[in-house]
């Protein structure tokens, strides 16, 4: 089985409209030495062990559906995890 | 300054409609390998070096505003960014 992490984040150039509302927020209230933040997605995918190449498998799951790559970017981390 | 990395979770007794949309839609097209997929949330903050315990400061910032404790878990890693 494979344990899988994706991390999405907005694109530099792409306004964050939450991220900005908890900025402000956490700035006004206790937390003025806050610079900047940003909300992204993180993913947590479990798989089962198949003939494919996981890494291809994630990176098209990613493209195809996690991922709106007009906006955003994504990186992942496989861990395969032997069952007991 | 710091950069602050957060890894917000819904607590596995909490149903996820967007990660069980996204894992039907997997398992019914290419990907009937996978198992089940979470989705969270992954903040990323930058924060000005003060005389604060910024530990501390995260934690509070996400009990206040970022993480909805009811529901969700968090955990989150600091690295100190050294300015050039």
């Known amino acids: 089985m494979y344990k899988v992490k ?24 206790e937390f003025p030495e806050v610079e900047s933040l940003r909300i992204g997605k993180y993913i947590e995918v479990t798989m089962a062990k198949t ?3 996981v890494e291809e498998a994630v990176q098209d799951m990613c493209r195809n559906l996690l991922v709106n790559t007009e906006v955003e970017d994504y990186r992942f981390e496989i861990e395969e995890v032997v069952a007991e």
């Open 6 to 29: 994706i991390f999405v984040t907005l694109r530099e150039s792409v306004i964050d409209p939450a991220g900005d509302a908890a900025m402000k927020e956490l700035k006004r209230s």
């Open 51 to 53: 003939d494919k190449n």
